[in-house]
Antibody, heavy 113, light 107 residues
């Protein structure tokens, strides 16, 4: 069955970066893209970006300068990296299969010193 | 960016009631509107895609309608497992945006 499993740190200091790995199973990254979405009490659900099956990316303009999404098809892994984190980046970060029919379990991030 | 406004913010209902949740877009998005349910500490679950298309495994009491700027999620005879948050999302243009949500709670 389709699964997306996320791994990454829960606590990051201000100005540092966040790296999350989304490991997928039940589908191929050469057939489907993967989106990244975050959720916070203050800003709700925000779409961050997507990596398409061919490897191209689209980013939310609000995050484009500090966001990078890459992947390794052979390992079925998608890599999310956001730089220059601040307190208002505190949120739950999700990966989701294109079509949003399957989501990862979420990575709860706190940005604090 | 397209703004999605959901109403009401909170809906208090009794199991067995039928309800309608609204999502209004700031500009026309055709039928590129999707509905999600989210329970506490869980990831969103896709309920309806493209305004009215059903999703495999989702109970038939959930249905969607609308196009353009006005959309509705209907739940026919609410069950206790249906309580939680409901969000709409548009995929008509980038960035994909979400509504602020409607909380469905037990009266």
């Amino acid at each position: 069955q389709v699964q997306l499993k996320q791994s990454g740190p829960g606590l990051v200091q201000p100005s540092q970066s966040l790296s999350i790995t989304c490991t997928v199973s039940g589908f191929s990254l050469t057939s489907y893209g993967v989106h990244w979405v975050r959720q916070s009490p203050g800003k709700g659900l925000e779409w961050l970006g997507v990596i398409w099956r061919g490897g191209s990316t689209d980013y939310n303009a609000a995050f484009m300068s500090r966001l990078s999404i890459t992947k390794d098809n052979s390992k079925s892994q998608v890599f999310f990296k956001m730089n220059s984190l601040q307190a208002d980046d505190t949120a739950i970060y999700y990966c989701a299969k294109n079509g949003y029919d399957y989501w990862g379990q979420g990575t709860t991030l706190t940005v604090s010193s | 960016d397209i703004v999605l406004t959901q109403s009401p913010a909170t809906l208090s209902v009794t199991p067995g009631d039928s309800v309608s949740l609204s999502c209004r877009a700031s500009q026309s998005i055709s039928n590129n509107l999707h509905w999600y349910q989210q329970k506490s500490h869980e990831s969103p679950r896709l309920l309806i895609k493209y305004a009215s298309q059903s999703i495999s495994g989702i109970p038939s009491r959930f249905s969607g309608s609308g196009s353009g700027t006005d959309f509705t999620l209907s739940i026919n005879s609410v069950e206790t497992e249906d309580f939680g948050m409901y969000f709409c999302q548009q995929s008509n243009s980038w960035p994909h945006t979400f509504g602020g949500g409607t909380k469905l709670e037990i009266k």
